[in-house]
T-cell receptor
């Protein structure tokens, strides 16, 4: 158990819909990262938040957005869903930005878009 | 841009065989290097990491990796694999410079699926 909690574990929805994925980081960790894992793209960095502020942005589509709340949990919002958005979405946390770079991953949220 | 390349996409070995998974990265500066493992249906777990010092790094479950700076490589090895090592293995890199510029995000390779036959 990494200490990072993600919900839901599985989600099936239709094209055009909107979903929200939730992540609770390890206790005390200020930095949250979102990654997308798909068969063709591998593990792609989406976005990072540190203590409530966006810190780095990767290959995140404009249809996707994220935020980190005062209690440090984070949500990833995916809208106007397309078939290609089907993937495993991982959240990871670390004590602070930078540092050693070691990330602690949750078990992921598997999104299926039909 | 930083990138990580893992040479083997799918490796099949018999138990007790030796393992070496290749990883090369592209980055001009100093880096921190990682190998993560993802067992079927589970989250990514850290196998080992290199920050500085001895380029031969030992991790959990008998894994080790060697950092060869001149080759920009960080290959993962295990002398004798077990069926329980069946998993996907990811090499990852992050710049090691400090300060506010360092976000700590990891850049991952495409992953190598290891299948160990009993």
């Amino acid at each position: 158990d990494s200490g990072v909690t993600q919900t839901p574990k599985h989600l099936i929805t239709a094209t055009g819909q909107r979903v929200t994925l939730r992540c609770s980081p390890r206790s005390g960790d200020l930095s949250v990262y979102w990654y997308q894992q798909s068969l063709d793209q591998g593990l792609q960095f989406l976005i990072q938040y540190y203590n409530g502020e966006e810190r780095a942005k990767g290959n995140i589509l404009e249809r996707f957005s994220a935020q980190q709340f005062p209690d440090l949990h984070s949500e990833l919002n995916l809208s106007s869903l397309e078939l290609g958005d089907s993937a495993l979405y991982f959240c990871a946390s670390s004590p602070r930005t930078g540092g050693t770079g070691e990330l602690f991953f949750g078990e992921g949220s598997r999104l299926t878009v039909l | 841009a930083q990138s990580v390349s893992q040479h083997n996409h799918h490796v099949i070995l018999s138990e007790a065989a030796s393992l070496e998974l290749g990883c090369n990265y592209s980055y001009g500066g100093t880096v921190n290097l990682f190998w993560y493992v993802q067992y079927p249906g589970q989250h990514l777990q850290l196998l080992l990491k290199y920050f500085s010092g001895d380029p031969l790094v030992k991790g959990i479950k008998g894994f080790e990796a060697e950092f060869i700076k001149s080759k920009f490589s960080f290959n993962l090895r295990k002398p004798s694999v077990q069926w329980s090592d069946t998993a996907e293995y990811f090499c990852a890199v992050t710049p090691s410079y400090g300060g506010s510029s360092n976000t700590g995000k990891l850049i991952f390779g495409q992953g190598t699926t290891l299948q160990v036959k009993p």
